[in-house]
């Protein structure tokens, strides 16, 4: 079936009741003298192309485990998933994770198909740029550039924009669009929710382990972008460096710039570390931190529904020992003075007060060790409580706002991680029997009747309809996905005092 548009003729691909566009362009490659420029518009095209290829990842390191093998600047692309039939269908626009450094829209885990296909929606996978190409602030280390902020929150509305044009084509309702992601996709679903470009382009939203307060300062992002500069070979000054680089020495330094220590949403309570390519409250483009904004009622009229994974920071935490580069063994043998001393520099003042809380209430997992104490309370850090601050600000200005949480154990090749970061991937997308599914879920009917349930709430949620279970400012309580009991809340009333002032509700909400 060919989408006409006015960029050109696509012809897609017939897969069992789904049709599949692969690598349709949303806006002008942004190379050359466009790369620290806005997206721009495509042109108008009489073409005919057959979109069966997957576009190039954004540019970073390669990395295999995600089916990232190469990488590009022109990375401006979509792929769609339409049901047959004769729609108009709801939309979903995904935006993938990956710490605004990797990541891909072609990636197995993101595959749209059954998604599209079991609920009657249009799903759409939209690529940005990432990095310090989509999100560093060169303005004050190179301003000869006259470089964009947030070039990858731009891309971001730029594939909304070209969704509200041209999805009709694809069977797509403009009229009823959801935007959702996990991750950096989660942080970018709330930034958007505070950029009032994105107002208009969007009904509803969903957050998967994600948060409105990652974003810096532009004094912080500079201090990434100065950092990177000084890592760039070559002469000349800093704009001249910058433009001329190699995408090799970019990436180099670019990964030297993430050692820089940088103030995570605008306080000095959470310190941000290795992820320093985030969002930057420049006044303009994102006016302010994106909970601020929410609580203040910036995203009023959109339905949100938004949750986390139990144990959110396993992923990270024992990823060494996945990888090879560590054991359990040795991860053991770190004592408690060493745990304390982490529980500081994550939470400066407050290592000593979260370190007594975690004891109390974390019982180590026998197949791992005492750093799940600080894997809970990073999990909280940098997701829960984020979360519990998302649902209670926007849940002030809009009754149709519902929180989960997945609880399904995870445990690739043995080692138990729990409900760790990604694993609520492969239940939405319905992709749970597939190797990479499978890596998280362990597959099976059980993991695939849970997936079905999942798509089925996502895909109800996207249809505009009520979903089973109370609403947050009813019971403050989420709908947990997985064993346990069916609700549940976020923190226990000791876990809310201890969070109440390092992550402070939003004084709009206040």
């Known amino acids: 079936m060919t989408a006409v548009i006015r960029q050109g003729h696509y012809e897609g691909l017939h897969n069992k009741g789904v049709i599949e566009y692969r690598g349709i362009p949303f806006a002008m490659?942004?190379?050359?003298?466009?790369?620290?420029?806005?997206?721009?518009?495509?042109?108008?095209?009489?073409?005919?192309?057959?979109?069966?290829?997957?576009?190039?990842?954004?540019?970073?390191?390669?990395?295999?485990?995600?089916?990232?093998?190469?990488?590009?600047?022109?990375?401006?692309?979509?792929?769609?998933?339409?049901?047959?039939?004769?729609?108009?269908?709801?939309?979903?626009?995904?935006?993938?994770?990956?710490?605004?450094?990797?990541?891909?829209?072609?990636?197995v885990l993101y595959n749209g198909a059954q998604l599209a296909r079991s609920q009657g929606v249009v799903v759409v996978n939209a690529a940005y740029r990432l990095g310090a190409l989509g999100f560093a602030d060169f303005s004050a280390v190179a301003p000869e550039l006259e470089a964009v902020t947030n070039a990858g929150l731009r891309d971001q509305v730029a594939a909304l924009e070209w969704v509200a044009e041209n999805i009709a084509a694809f069977a797509g309702d403009p009229a009823s669009v959801t935007?959702?992601?996990?991750?950096?996709?989660?942080?970018?679903?709330?930034?958007?929710?505070?950029?009032?470009?994105?107002?208009?382009?969007?009904?509803?939203?969903?957050?998967?382990?994600?948060?409105?307060?990652?974003?810096?300062?532009?004094?912080?992002a500079s201090k990434v972008a100065e950092a990177m500069v000084a890592a760039l070979p070559g002469d000349g000054n800093a704009a001249a460096r910058l433009l001329n680089c190699s995408d090799k020495d970019w990436i180099r330094a670019q990964n030297a710039s993430v050692k820089v220590l940088v103030d995570r949403g605008l306080r000095k309570t959470t310190?941000?570390?290795?992820?320093?390519?985030?969002?930057?409250?420049?006044?303009?483009?994102?006016?302010?931190?994106?909970?601020?904004?929410?609580?203040?009622?910036?995203?009023?009229?959109?339905?949100?529904?938004?949750?986390?994974?139990?144990?959110?920071?396993?992923?990270?935490?024992?990823?060494?020992?996945?990888?090879?580069?560590?054991?359990?063994e040795a991860l053991r043998e770190i004592g408690d003075d060493e745990l304390l001393r982490r529980f500081e520099r994550g939470l400066p003042g407050h290592g000593a007060e979260a370190d007594r809380y975690y004891r109390e209430t974390v019982t180590p997992d026998p197949g791992r060790c005492d750093l799940d104490r600080l894997s809970a309370m990073e999990s909280d850090r940098l997701f829960r409580v984020p979360t519990l601050r998302l649902l209670d600000s926007h849940s002030a200005h809009n009754n149709d706002c519902w929180g989960f949480q997945f609880t399904w154990p995870s445990a690739p090749f043995g080692l138990p991680l729990g409900a760790c970061h990604v694993v609520d991937i492969p239940f939405v997308f319905g992709v749970t029997d597939t190797p990479a599914g499978v890596y998280f879920t362990g597959g099976g009917e059980e993991a695939k009747?849970?997936?079905?349930?999942?798509?089925?709430?996502?895909?109800?949620?996207?249809?505009?309809?009520?979903?089973?279970?109370?609403?947050?400012?009813?019971?403050?309580?989420?709908?947990?996905?997985?064993?346990?009991?069916?609700?549940?809340?976020?923190?226990?009333?000791a876990g809310e005092a201890l969070w109440e002032t390092i992550i402070p509700l939003p004084t709009s909400a206040g």
């Open 179 to 220: 935007i959702f992601g996990e991750s950096a996709g989660g942080f970018s679903v709330c930034s958007l929710l505070a950029c009032p470009a994105a107002t208009d382009l969007f009904h509803a939203a969903i957050v998967q382990s994600g948060a409105a307060d990652f974003a810096l300062s532009p004094e912080e």
């Open 271 to 328: 310190p941000q570390f290795a992820m320093n390519f985030l969002p930057v409250v420049d006044g303009d483009f994102l006016p302010e931190l994106p909970i601020e904004a929410i609580a203040r009622g910036a995203a009023a009229e959109k339905r949100l529904l938004a949750g986390v994974c139990a144990d959110e920071y396993h992923f990270f935490q024992y990823g060494g020992v996945l990888a090879g580069k560590t054991s359990m």
């Open 449 to 493: 009747a849970l997936s079905e349930r999942v798509m089925s709430v996502w895909g109800q949620f996207a249809h505009g309809n009520e979903l089973d279970w109370p609403r947050w400012q009813d019971t403050r309580q989420v709908c947990q996905f997985g064993p346990g009991e069916p609700f549940a809340a976020l923190l226990d009333e």
């Open 29 to 107: 490659p942004p190379v050359g003298e466009r790369r620290f420029k806005s997206p721009q518009p495509l042109p108008d095209s009489d073409e005919a192309f057959r979109a069966d290829q997957f576009p190039l990842a954004s540019l970073q390191m390669n990395n295999p485990i995600m089916g990232v093998n190469e990488s590009s600047q022109d990375c401006l692309y979509l792929n769609i998933w339409r049901p047959q039939g004769e729609g108009p269908f709801p939309v979903m626009v995904w935006f993938h994770g990956g710490g605004y450094l990797s990541g891909s829209i072609s990636q």
